[in-house]
């Protein structure tokens, strides 16, 4: 993916790791994951020990700082992976979409990097460029009734060749090009931003990788 000059300059450290899984079996659910999800829940409570704790964690701190000069209020809206440990924290699961988007989920909790997901018969993965968005732009997310009009401040990825927005940085991506269990190849995406070290992202993008073909092929 293309990342603007404008957007390399305002913002040092910008970055996004990329991976492609092809040829997925994705199913509503696996008895074999929704046993690793207790696992992984169970080792995220042990490492962090209270709520009052979370938004101290660096990268959440980073994602929460990003936010807030792209438009986006980081406490009615949270960075994906802190929303994903505030709900196990008081013993909640994590919910139960598809093998998936379970599987990214459960690295994105671990890691706390957040994961987007992009349907390759959806998306043209050579031609994505991230940018600001333009006054005016609509884009339909996942979980929207209804098409938001974009303020001209928030970061988004554009499916050139569609000419489409398919995420609003990152924050929430397409209803368009969600992963469904018709899905059969999927772009995956570790979302940086200033303030993430490399580790983190390359973390993030071994688990994706290592959960989903472990649960999705």
Known sequence: MQISETLTTEFPGLRVLEIEITNLKIR????????FKRKKQAEIRGR??????VKNLPIFRAYRDFYWKVGIDPTKTRPAGEA?????????????????????????AESFVAIAAFDLSVVSKD???MRRAREGEAFL?????SQIELSGIEIVIEDQTKREIIAVY?????DASKVTENTKDVLLMSCGVPGIPDEDLNLATNL??????????
Do not use: F, H
């Not at 509503?28 to 046993?35: A, I, M, V």
């Open 208 to 217: 994706t990788q290592r959960y989903v073909e472990s649960y999705c092929i």
């Open 170 to 174: 990152p924050y929430r991506d397409s």
């Open 84 to 108: 994903l440990v505030r709900r196990i924290l008081p013993g909640k699961d994590l919910p139960t979409i598809n093998t998936l988007v379970d599987s990214y989920n459960i690295a994105s």
């Open 141 to 145: 997310g996942i979980g929207m009734d």
């Open 28 to 35: 509503k659910s696996d008895p074999q994951l929704e046993e």
């Open 48 to 53: 962090i020990k209270s709520l009052d704790d």
């Open 127 to 129: 031609s994505l460029l």
